[in-house]
């Protein structure tokens, strides 16, 4: 009986055994089935600066701002800190720390204080693969798997290493590096051990301490932790009280020191590197932007509030300097003002020309006539180009008209080139924003009706600082120098000699202005809206190339700003930071090859016709009207090879069919003839 009776016992422990070996070998070994690879935070490359200082900081995935950093690279002190605050037998245990959980249940029995029993591998896990989400017992259960597989998979080191490059510090700054660059502007190995044990208590809650909205709650929990460091001897005494007297300064809350170049090269296709070594100069970064927020506060009476800015090195075509704003954390802040899309009105213009030297065969002695004209356009209406003085020069030489900026030689000279010709050749010198056909822009492109960007336009420019070579610029230190041949040198030297000589440009803007430079050989081209909602200046000296854009980043209107009091106040500041060594500059005037001409400038060819309908239609008439600089004794016109007398064209002879024609007679012979063809009705145009 006794044999009977101890026989199932045997076999009760022979299965007890049997599964307490299955418990412990599964204790050590289900780590082998949960082996999972957690995803090191993305890291964001840092940019520097030309000598190599560190201005900003890309954002990776549009998530996370990250340096990664070695265990061997991270200070003792916060490994061994980190370790023992959050996980002080994490080199000891194997999955989960049973000690911890056990002495955190009897707490949260026994008190009313919550206290958890979290693994750094558990913490790891949340940060990677759940973080924010709501934590769930299947989660959990999940949590301790995964944990149990870390530890099998993976040394506790490389999970140490995980961990302090994970903790999400908030505003997407991730892991002790970055935290330290956010909160510091420092180095991680820069920091005091006061720095880094703020840091330390940051983690915990960086909603709740808050260094820079709730620095007093901060406070409170660094010197607790400070307590805690000291009664475990981790820290000494000495060492203790510097830390409690340690005056910890914050930076300002900001990761980049020049947020525009971050955020331009963030929409550029970079390099997957850690770092991006730019052509950028910080300092004349620096001393630019002083100059024109100066320029700006003298100007803000009038409604100007805004700018953009850049430089470009002229020889190495390197991009030393882009501001986009006068203030970055303001409201309209982060709209770079250099990339942003606005009309470039008179700044265009030099390409035209250089065009019709080149296509037309012209020369800056070349003359043109500044009279009324009229364009009829796609939808039947007139388009009647103005100058910005509301005047007319006559007959005036190319090399007049691009220097004073006049309107209608430019339009003129576009309709002789051809709106597609002129399209195609903008293309090809980097002015890809203009993507529409030419029907839609029409002849009014010659004043600046599309929309263009200062980086655009400022590199467009490059054929006249590289004769004749469109010239791209450089961004990063490993960009090459990149070239192309678009037009003859001899003709962009004919734009250059206008646009550079202080004696061409003194009719068009007065001496001692903005635009004027007795003692510096400065290229230079503006632009003004007639709203004066933008004004522009475009120029390069002997070292550098500058675009300046001002105006208002919400398109409002400026009170009388042109490119001259407000670009040009800007630019003119600029030149002389730049160029410090005078240099002399020489007379050079253009001699004008006058070639006789006959304009009709009543009624324009092609125009629409402004009729009274209070007038009966019998009693309307046009008074005709002509421009010639031929000698002549008598003028004749005729509608449809008939003379008209007195002058007069009457209104009801406005027909599409008819002909009006000119002549220039002397002693009964015809010296010149011109005519115009009519085509709109006068019904047409009381509907109009």
């Known amino acids: 009986m006794l044999f009977l009776n101890t026989l199932p016992m045997k076999r009760c422990w022979k299965y007890s055994l049997i599964w307490l070996a299955c418990g412990i070998f599964l204790y050590y070994r289900i780590g082998f089935f949960f082996q999972t690879d957690i995803p090191s935070v993305p890291a964001s490359q840092s940019i520097l600066d030309s000598d190599g200082h560190h201005i900003g900081q890309t954002v990776a995935n549009a998530t996370y701002r990250s340096i990664y950093t070695k265990l061997s690279d991270t200070p003792a002190f916060i490994t061994s800190t980190v370790v023992e605050l959050e996980d002080r037998r994490f080199y000891f245990h194997t999955w989960v720390d049973l000690y911890a959980l056990a002495r955190a249940f009897w707490q949260n029995l026994t008190t009313n204080h919550v206290q958890g029993g979290s693994t750094i591998e558990a913490q790891l896990l949340r940060n990677r693969l759940w973080l924010n989400e709501k934590r769930t017992l299947s989660k959990k259960l999940k ?373 004027d430079f007795p003692d510096r050989e400065v290229f230079v081209k503006t632009g003004t809206s007639r709203n004066f909602n933008d004004n522009w200046a475009v120029w390069y000296t002997k070292n550098y190339m500058v675009g300046v854009w001002v105006g208002n980043k919400d398109g409002s209107e400026m009170k009388g700003v042109s490119g001259a009091s407000g670009a040009g106040d800007i630019f003119n500041k600029i030149v002389y930071a730049l160029e410090p060594i005078p240099e002399r500059q020489l007379p050079s005037t253009f001699q004008k090859e006058s070639q006789p001409y006959l304009s009709i400038t009543s009624p324009l060819n092609g125009s629409t016709f402004e009729l009274n309908p209070s007038i009966p239609l019998a009693n309307q008439e046009i008074k005709l009207a002509i421009q010639t600089n031929i000698p002549h004794t008598e003028v004749i016109w005729q509608l449809n090879g008939k003379t008209l007398s007195g002058g007069y064209l009457p209104i009801s002879a406005l027909q599409p069919s008819n002909k009006l024609s000119v002549s220039l007679t002397q002693s009964g012979h015809t010296l010149q003839q011109s005519s115009i063809k009519i085509f709109q009705s006068p019904t047409e145009a009381l509907q109009k």
């Open 143 to 515: 949590e301790f798997l995964l944990a149990k597989g870390l530890d099998f998979h993976y040394s506790k080191k490389h999970i140490l290493e995980l961990y302090l490059n994970s903790v999400n510090f908030w505003s997407l700054n991730y892991g002790f590096a970055q935290a330290s660059q956010f909160y510091f502007d420092k180095d991680l190995n820069n920091l005091t051990k006061g720095e880094m044990l703020a840091l330390i208590s940051i983690m915990k809650n960086p909603n709740t301490y808050d260094p820079f909205k709730k620095p007093e709650a901060l406070k409170k929990r660094y010197l607790m932790l400070l307590e805690v460091l000291e009664k475990r001897k981790i820290i000494s005494e000495e060492d203790a009280i510097l830390m409690r007297e340690e005056k910890i300064e914050f930076g300002k809350h900001s990761q980049n020191t020049l947020p525009y170049v971050t955020d331009f090269l963030a929409l550029r296709n970079m390099p997957n590197t850690s770092q991006l070594r730019t052509t950028i100069d910080s300092d004349l970064t620096k001393t630019i932007d002083s100059l024109a927020k100066a320029s700006i506060r003298n100007l803000a009476w009038k409604n100007v509030s805004d700018y953009g800015i850049l430089v470009v090195e002229r020889k190495t075509m390197q991009l030393k300097v882009m501001i986009g704003g006068y203030d970055y954390y303001g409201k309209e802040g982060q709209v770079n003002a250099t990339l942003a899309l606005r009309q470039p009105w008179s700044s265009l213009k030099p390409h035209i020309y250089v065009l019709a030297f080149q296509n037309l065969k012209k020369t800056p002695s070349s003359t043109i006539l500044d009279l009324p004209v009229a364009y009829r356009t796609k939808d039947g209406y007139s388009y009647q180009p103005k100058n910005y003085s509301l005047d007319f020069k006559g007959e005036i030489t190319l090399a007049d008209a691009l220097s004073q900026s006049i309107n209608i030689p430019a339009v003129k000279l576009l309709d002789w080139l051809g709106v597609n010709t002129y399209l195609s050749f903008l293309k090809k010198i980097g002015i890809t924003s203009l993507n529409q056909d030419a029907e839609y822009y029409g002849l009014s492109l010659a004043l600046g009706s599309g929309e263009v960007n200062l980086f655009e336009l400022l590199q467009s420019f490059s054929i006249y600082a590289h004769d004749g070579n469109f010239c791209t610029i450089r961004v990063l230190q490993t960009d090459p120098m990149q070239c192309k041949r678009i037009v003859l040198k001899k003709y962009t030297d004919m734009v250059v000699s206008i646009l550079s000589n202080r004696f061409v440009k003194l009719a068009g803007f007065p001496i001692e202005s903005n635009l």
